[in-house]
T-cell receptor, first 116, second 113 residues
Framework: DVKVTQSSRYLVKRTGEKVFLECVQDMDHENMFWYRQDPGLGLRLIYFSYDVKMKEKGDIPEGYSVSREKKERFSLILESASTNQTSMYLC???????????????FGQGTRLTVV | QKEVEQDPGPLSVPEGAIVSLNCTYSNSAFQYFMWYRQYSRKGPELLMYTYSSGNKEDGRFTAQVDKSSKYISLFIRDSQPSDSATYLCAPTDRGSTLGRLYFGRGTQLTVWP
């Protein structure tokens, strides 16, 4: 079974702190994604990566950065946490099959971040 | 206009009811149409997917796509309390080599005994 593991289920941070959310997948997937999920807004893509050291902005990258130094690990960084970044953060990965095709995305359990 | 529109509900039905969940989309390039199910406090999991227009059946679940009207449906027959979850439609296009999915807001479904 594919496993996508997020380092924390619940996190409470103070405004202005630098926050690291870690995600590790164990199936050698090329693609990795960070989403945030908010009531009424659904899943919104923050950043994604299709290879080591490669990254692409999603729909809401402001206030976030990412790091992918190893294929299995994709980190989301909140440079200076703010209360409007309180949310559920979901990491996902998928396998590139070639010919423009990818497997479906496999999700981690999520990290519920509260910024106070 | 958002790429994918989905009524968030909530939808509450009795056990045994037929449930219809729907999405509309705007991007004509979408060719793969996925449905994810998300239980409370869990990450989404792929339920089923269809390619292009047509129907696909998997047990009590039927996914239907009408590309001419850009309309996606998921039907659940003989619904069970264990079906209580949030259902997210997620189309994607073949040209998306980065595996990008475009999620609807999700519909929260409760099936009561």
């Amino acid at each position: 079974d594919v496993k996508v593991t997020q380092s924390s289920r619940y996190l409470v941070k103070r405004t202005g702190e630098k926050v690291f959310l870690e995600c590790v997948q164990d199936m050698d997937h090329e693609n990795m994604f960070w989403y945030r999920q908010d009531p009424g807004l659904g899943l919104r893509l923050i950043y994604f990566s299709y290879d080591v050291k490669m990254k692409e902005k999603g729909d809401i990258p402001e206030g976030y950065s990412v790091s992918r130094e190893k294929k299995e690990r994709f980190s989301l960084i909140l440079e200076s946490a703010s209360t409007n970044q309180t949310s559920m953060y979901l990491c996902a990965s998928s396998l590139f099959l070639g010919g423009g095709m990818n497997t479906e995305a496999f999700f981690g359990q999520g990290t519920r971040l509260t910024v106070v | 206009q958002k790429e994918v529109e989905q009524d968030p509900g909530p939808l509450s039905v009795p056990e045994g009811a037929i449930v219809s969940l729907n999405c509309t989309y705007s991007n004509s390039a979408f060719q793969y149409f996925m449905w994810y199910r998300q239980y409370s406090r869990k990450g989404p999991e792929l339920l089923m997917y269809t390619y292009s227009s047509g129907n696909k059946e998997d047990g009590r679940f039927t996914a239907q796509v009408d590309k001419s009207s850009k309309y996606i449906s998921l039907f659940i027959r003989d619904s069970q309390p264990s079906d209580s979850a949030t259902y997210l439609c997620a189309p994607t296009d073949r040209g998306s080599t980065l595996g990008r999915l475009y999620f609807g807001r999700g519909t929260q479904l409760t099936v009561w005994p």
